[in-house]
């Protein structure tokens, strides 16, 4: 990470975990480790019915809360959907977008994924965008070309402005829910890539600006070891996130760097 130029960011991803009881203890038990001073962003991602129960509990804390996924329109005959000016509403700040859960299960393609994009932007939802590889992928030697895909059909149609505001999450689904993790090297090399990729499209001073995050079984016991490169600005955490003490430990290793 480097605190200079950008924000490092911790974000939790609950997944389809905890009831809203349950999100009121967990909220009870983390203000309770929180230190005192401002280390690092921290951010909770919690299944859109616990919303409302993760705001009030973390009201007049520093921990943001986001959602875990967002309509595209702002409103219409969508049943079952949730769409950005109604998060921005309720006091939500970010939205994962793009989650490889979502583009394997929920089918959403690049060009769904760059409409979330822009609709959570302007709603001024700042969106955490999920990128990542299949193990198949790397090992045809295609990472590199999918990331760039990936990250540029997001940012179509995005403002430099607006491209400051978004979060790029480095998860390469082999390392998912798997308790495998990217060694530092791996996950570095693809984040600063990253980072080229936005540098080519908005330029050094918005690229240096960017918030880049690892995902991937990262754990109080590797997340030092991930978060002392130079282009990996956070993590994006789930598993881990679910005990408040794991997640207090990441943002404790955030700290040492
Ligand atoms: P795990 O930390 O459980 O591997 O999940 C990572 C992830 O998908 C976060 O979005």
């Avoid at 309770?32 to 409302?52: E, G, H, N, Q």
């Amino acid at each position: 990470m480097n605190r200079r130029y950008r924000k490092t960011i911790i974000a939790g991803n609950w997944k389809m975990n905890k009831t809203a009881t349950a999100t009121k203890a967990f909220a009870e038990e983390f203000k309770a480790l929180l230190p005192k001073s401002k280390w690092c962003d921290v951010v909770l991602c919690v299944p859109a019915v616990d919303i409302a129960a993760a705001l009030r509990a973390f009201k007049d804390s520093r921990v943001a809360i986001g959602a875990q996924n967002v309509h595209f329109e702002s409103s219409g005959a969508y049943t079952g959907e949730v769409s950005a000016p109604m998060l921005a509403d309720l006091g939500v700040r970010y939205v994962i977008v793009g989650h490889s859960e979502r583009r394997a299960l929920f089918g959403e393609t690049d060009a769904i994924v760059n409409r979330k994009v822009r609709a959570a932007l302007g709603a001024g939802l700042n969106p955490i965008i999920c990128v990542g590889e299949s193990l198949e992928q790397r090992e045809m030697g295609v990472t590199m070309e999918l990331i760039a895909l990936q990250v540029k059909s997001a940012l179509a149609g995005v403002s430099g402005e607006q491209a400051r505001r978004c979060v790029i999450a480095y998860e390469p689904i082999w390392a998912i829910g798997t308790g495998k993790t990217a060694t530092g090297e791996q996950a570095a090399e693809v984040c600063t890539f990253i980072r080229a990729t936005i540098r080519s499209l908005y330029g050094a001073r918005i690229a240096r600006s960017v918030t880049i995050q690892y995902g991937g079984s990262m754990k109080p016991d590797n997340a030092a070891e991930l978060l002392a490169h130079e282009d990996i600005d956070g993590g994006l955490i789930g598993g881990a996130s679910l005990q408040a003490d794991q997640l207090m430990a990441i943002i404790h290793a955030a700290n040492q760097n």
